[in-house]
């Protein structure tokens, strides 16, 4: 309690903090995984109203970059929430109320994804938003993730194309941060 007032209200961050996060059982460490998804779901649903506020170009450039952003959190949350014991109510609470995929998919087609496989035959039928996306990455371990990163890049580099918007460095910043893993990645590889 003294430390949820002492350290975190006060910080910038204070504010997507609930109380209910820092429950004495919730600080387990198999729960950190699940409070840090919670506070980016808040971030990203924050900072996606913040770009709708500035409007114009910004808001639509910045409307596709961030509701992808949220799909691929509430995919990847599915895949990983698959493999533990979060239950789906729990797993709801994880999902951003922003992109194509809600409210429709995170209530329907996403409860029932149980591996890749299953998450494939969701995309197939119903969920057709991200279908081209990964379209090859059947029956590749880790071609998702893969998927996914190309297809952000292909935004953030769409980004561009259009003039007079602040969406720009939010896409200059993320290709920078992809541009460092993509050393860090060589660095690792030539060092073994």
């Given at each position: 309690?003294?430390?949820?007032h002492t350290?975190?209200?006060?910080?910038p961050v204070?504010?997507?903090?609930?109380?209910?996060?820092f429950?004495?059982?919730?600080?387990?460490?198999?729960?950190?995984?699940v409070?840090?998804?919670?506070?980016?779901?808040h971030?990203?649903?924050?900072?996606?109203?913040?770009?709708?506020?500035?409007g114009?170009?910004?808001?639509?450039v910045?409307?596709?970059?961030l509701?992808?952003?949220?799909?691929?959190r509430?995919?990847?949350?599915?895949?990983?929430?698959?493999?533990?014991?979060?239950?789906?109510?729990?797993r709801?609470?994880?999902?951003p109320?922003i992109?194509?995929?809600y409210?429709?998919g995170?209530q329907t087609q996403?409860?029932?994804v149980?591996?890749e496989?299953?998450l494939?035959i969701a995309?197939d039928?119903t969920?057709?938003?991200y279908?081209?996306?990964?379209?090859?990455?059947?029956?590749v371990?880790?071609?998702?993730?893969?998927?996914?990163?190309?297809?952000?890049?292909?935004?953030?580099?769409?980004a561009?194309?259009?003039?007079?918007?602040?969406?720009?460095?939010?896409?200059y910043?993320?290709?920078?941060e992809?541009?460092i893993r993509n050393?860090?990645?060589?660095?690792?590889?030539?060092?073994?």
């Amino acid at each position: 309690e003294e430390l949820y007032h002492t350290v975190l209200i006060d910080t910038p961050v204070g504010k997507y903090f609930s109380k209910k996060c820092f429950e004495s059982a919730s600080l387990a460490e198999s729960n950190l995984e699940v409070i840090r998804q919670q506070l980016y779901k808040h971030y990203l649903e924050d900072f996606f109203d913040f770009c709708m506020d500035i409007g114009g170009t910004t808001a639509e450039v910045m409307r596709k970059i961030l509701e992808f952003e949220a799909d691929r959190r509430s995919i990847n949350t599915t895949l990983n929430a698959s493999q533990t014991v979060l239950q789906k109510d729990d797993r709801q609470e994880l999902y951003p109320t922003i992109g194509l995929l809600y409210p429709f998919g995170h209530q329907t087609q996403l409860d029932d994804v149980r591996d890749e496989g299953s998450l494939m035959i969701a995309l197939d039928t119903t969920l057709k938003d991200y279908q081209h996306v990964l379209a090859s990455t059947h029956g590749v371990e880790g071609a998702i993730e893969d998927a996914f990163t190309r297809y952000e890049i292909q935004l953030l580099q769409e980004a561009f194309d259009q003039q007079f918007h602040y969406g720009v460095f939010y896409s200059y910043f993320c290709l920078k941060e992809q541009e460092i893993r993509n050393i860090t990645l060589i660095c690792e590889c030539i060092q073994q």
